[in-house]
Nanobody
Framework: VQLQASGGGLVQPGGSLRLSCAAS????????MAWYRQAAGKQRELVAV???????QYGNSVKGRFTISRVNAKNTIYLQMNNLKSEDTAVYYC???????WGQGTQVTVSS
């Protein structure tokens, strides 16, 4: 299975983006999926996790602004990001927690 992330780009502070992560070659793992991010010069950090059944958890810095979701029938997970801040600038990666597979990353830049 391969994970393909998309949807990143340049957005102004306060704006929104929606990231997608599609699985190819197989169905999404029947386990938790996650979004991580890595800013330049910093360690990769957990952004959000979603179980197969839809239970979610979020990093403290994104609670109330980001929403993770998944459509198992489409083999896709999403990350809706609202009220973006400059500190959200990073490469965002999707991750299959059971299989240990990472997507290729998509760049999100928040700047005026």
């Amino acid at each position: 299975v391969q994970l393909q992330a998309s949807g990143g780009g340049l957005v102004q502070p306060g704006g929104s983006l929606r990231l997608s992560c599609a699985a190819s070659g197989s169905s999404l793992s029947r386990a938790a999926m996650a979004w991580y991010r890595q800013a330049a010069g910093k360690q990769r950090e957990l952004v959000a996790v979603i179980s197969f059944g839809g239970d979610t958890q979020y990093g403290n810095s994104v609670k109330g602004r980001f929403t993770i979701s998944r459509v198992n029938a489409k083999n896709t997970i999403y990350l809706q990001m609202n009220n973006l801040k400059s500190e959200d600038t990073a490469v965002y990666y999707c991750h299959d927690l059971a299989l240990g597979i990472w997507g290729q990353g998509t760049q999100v830049t928040v700047s005026s």
